[in-house]
C-alpha cells in the first residue's frame, strides 16, 4: 500500500525510482519563439546519460516531437523533460529491460537577466566541493542534492552564482552552470571527466568560438588560474553567455571574447 499525503492511493503503484533513488535524468531546454533550443544536443546527452545509466533509450523521434509540441504551447518559456526507469520494488537492483517512464513540464520561463551582458553575474568560490564520481560526470541525472546545497550557500552569500571545485581543488563549475575563462588571450573551460555536468550550452559555445578562431582548451584549472583571468563567463541552456563582472572584490570587464561567444547564442 501507498500513501501520499496522508491519503491512501488508490492506484497501489510502488514509488518511482526516480523518486527513490535518483534513478533517472533530466534536460531543461529554453524555448525561443516557440520552439525548444538546441534539441539535438539535448537528446544527445539524454542518449549518453541512459548509456552511462542502464536505462532503455526511448524513441528520439517520438522524444523530440512531444517536446517540440511542449514548446508550441502559448506562454512556454522552458521545456523540462524528466526520463526514470519507473517504477520498481523497494530495493536498489534493476529490471535491466524495463521501459523508462518519462515526464514533461511547460512552463514560464525562469526569472533571469534580460539582457546578460548588461546584468553581468556576481559569484564567489564556494567552499564545498563537488564530489568526485567518474560514471556519473557529464550527464544530468537527478541526483542533485549537492547543487540543492550549494545554492542555499549561494543565496546566503547574496551573490548571483557559486563556483565550485572538486575534492582536488580543481575548478569545475558553477552550482548551475559551466565556466569559461580567457588566459593569455586563450579560452579554457574545465575538464568535466570525474565531476560535473557537460552542459549544452558549454559544447555549443566552444564550437562556435573554435569557427572564430580563437584558441580554446578543455583541460583541469585551478582556482587560482580565476585570479589570472582576463574574462570570465558563464553559459547556461536557460540564460545563454553570463558575464561574470565581480568575484569577491574583483571586478572584471566585459570582454571580446565573451561578446563574441554571446553574440553566437543570440543566432540560435
Same mark, same amino acid.
Given at each position: 500500500?501507498?500513501?501520499?499525503?496522508?491519503?491512501?492511493?488508490?492506484?497501489?503503484?510502488?514509488?518511482?525510482?526516480?523518486?527513490?533513488?535518483?534513478?533517472?535524468?533530466?534536460?531543461?531546454?529554453?524555448?525561443?519563439?516557440?520552439?525548444?533550443?538546441?534539441?539535438?544536443?539535448?537528446?544527445?546527452?539524454?542518449?549518453?546519460?541512459?548509456?552511462?545509466?542502464?536505462?532503455?533509450?526511448?524513441?528520439?523521434?517520438?522524444?523530440?516531437?512531444?517536446?517540440?509540441? $511542449?514548446?508550441?504551447?502559448?506562454?512556454?518559456?522552458?521545456?523540462?523533460?524528466?526520463?526514470?526507469?519507473? $517504477?520498481?520494488?523497494?530495493?536498489?537492483?534493476?529490471?535491466?529491460?524495463?521501459?523508462?517512464?518519462?515526464?514533461?513540464?511547460?512552463?514560464?520561463? !525562469?526569472?533571469?537577466?534580460?539582457?546578460?551582458?548588461?546584468?553581468?553575474?556576481?559569484?564567489?568560490?564556494?567552499?564545498?566541493?563537488?564530489?568526485?564520481?567518474? !560514471?556519473?560526470?557529464?550527464?544530468?541525472?537527478?541526483?542533485?542534492?549537492?547543487?540543492?546545497?550549494?545554492?542555499?550557500?549561494?543565496?546566503?552569500?547574496?551573490?548571483?552564482?557559486?563556483?565550485?571545485?572538486?575534492?582536488?581543488?580543481?575548478?569545475?563549475?558553477?552550482?548551475?552552470?559551466?565556466?569559461?575563462?580567457?588566459?593569455?588571450?586563450?579560452?579554457?573551460?574545465?575538464?568535466?571527466?570525474?565531476?560535473?555536468?557537460?552542459?549544452?550550452?558549454?559544447?555549443?559555445?566552444?564550437?562556435?568560438?573554435?569557427?572564430?578562431?580563437?584558441?580554446?582548451?578543455?583541460?583541469?584549472?585551478?582556482?587560482?588560474?580565476?585570479? $589570472?583571468?582576463?574574462?570570465?563567463?558563464?553559459?547556461?541552456?536557460?540564460?545563454?553567455?553570463?558575464?561574470?563582472?565581480?568575484?569577491?572584490? !574583483?571586478?572584471?570587464?566585459?570582454?571580446?571574447?565573451?561578446?563574441?561567444?554571446?553574440?553566437?547564442?543570440?543566432?540560435?
Amino acid at each position: 500500500m501507498l500513501w501520499m499525503d496522508g491519503v491512501l492511493s488508490t492506484t497501489g503503484e510502488p514509488l518511482d525510482r526516480g523518486l527513490e533513488f535518483g534513478d533517472g535524468l533530466f534536460e531543461t531546454l529554453a524555448v525561443v519563439a516557440g520552439r525548444p533550443r538546441l534539441l539535438a544536443r539535448h537528446l544527445d546527452r539524454l542518449e549518453r546519460g541512459c548509456a552511462q545509466l542502464g536505462l532503455v533509450m526511448p524513441d528520439r523521434a517520438q522524444l523530440a516531437a512531444e517536446v517540440a509540441a $511542449a514548446a508550441a504551447t502559448p506562454d512556454v518559456g522552458l521545456v523540462k523533460l524528466v526520463l526514470t526507469r519507473g $517504477a520498481g520494488g523497494i530495493g536498489y537492483g534493476v529490471d535491466e529491460n524495463r521501459a523508462p517512464r518519462r515526464y514533461l513540464y511547460a512552463g514560464p520561463g !525562469r526569472a533571469r537577466p534580460l539582457d546578460p551582458l548588461a546584468r553581468g553575474a556576481r559569484v564567489a568560490v564556494l567552499p564545498t566541493p563537488l564530489a568526485i564520481q567518474p !560514471r556519473l560526470a557529464g550527464i544530468k541525472h537527478l541526483n542533485r542534492l549537492e547543487q540543492v546545497l550549494l545554492r542555499r550557500d549561494v543565496a546566503a552569500l547574496g551573490v548571483d552564482e557559486g563556483l565550485v571545485s572538486d575534492g582536488a581543488g580543481r575548478l569545475i563549475s558553477g552550482t548551475m552552470s559551466n565556466v569559461f575563462l580567457v588566459l593569455a588571450g586563450r579560452v579554457v573551460t574545465p575538464l568535466l571527466s570525474r565531476c560535473g555536468i557537460d552542459g549544452v550550452m558549454r559544447g555549443a559555445v566552444l564550437e562556435a568560438l573554435v569557427a572564430q578562431g580563437c584558441t580554446v582548451a578543455v583541460r583541469d584549472v585551478g582556482l587560482e588560474a580565476l585570479a $589570472a583571468a582576463e574574462e570570465i563567463f558563464l553559459t547556461n541552456a536557460l540564460i545563454g553567455v553570463w558575464p561574470v563582472t565581480q568575484i569577491a572584490q !574583483r571586478f572584471l570587464p566585459v570582454g571580446a571574447v565573451t561578446r563574441a561567444a554571446a553574440q553566437a547564442v543570440s543566432a540560435w
